[in-house]
């Protein structure tokens, strides 16, 4: 059974940095996609991931660029999300998402992620 795990959340000022951290177990191999889902307070969880990275592309919306990343950890079985230049609207939970076969056309369909992590807030105050 795939399980995702994530942790890191918290509370940062506005133009700190926070890691979040996805632990997968059960993953049957290291080809997989990862996603980071967000949702903000009153809101439903946004249907594509604000970022998410298959090994070989990215794909991002445009409020987070050149500010959130995706690093991973060689055995793969921890995933990142490096938060920079953090801002109060960056206030969401976080959930991160795996998937195998994800193209890069799809990355930003949450249906291609087949599980799930249960979230982390992360609150940017002002």
């Known amino acids: 059974e795939v399980q995702l795990v994530e942790s890191g959340g918290g509370l940062v000022q506005t133009g700190g940095s926070l890691r979040l951290s996805c632990t997968a177990s059960?993953?049957?191999?290291?080809?997989?996609?990862i996603g980071w889902f967000c949702q903000a307070p009153s809101k439903e969880r946004e249907v594509i991931p604000c970022?998410?990275?298959?090994?070989?592309?990215?794909y991002y919306v445009y409020s987070v660029k050149d500010r959130f990343t995706i690093p991973s950890d060689n055995a793969k079985t921890t995933a990142y999300l490096q938060m920079n230049s953090l801002k109060p609207e960056d206030t969401a939970v976080y959930s991160c998402?795996?998937?195998?076969?994800?193209?890069?056309?799809?990355?930003?369909?949450?249906?291609?992620?087949?599980?799930w992590g249960q979230g982390t807030q992360v609150t940017v105050s002002s």
């Open positions: 970022i998410s990275n298959n090994g070989r592309h990215s």
């Open positions: 998402a795996a998937g195998f076969g994800i193209i890069r056309s799809s990355m930003s369909s949450s249906n291609q992620y087949a599980y």
């Open positions: 059960g993953i049957p191999h290291a080809d997989y996609a």
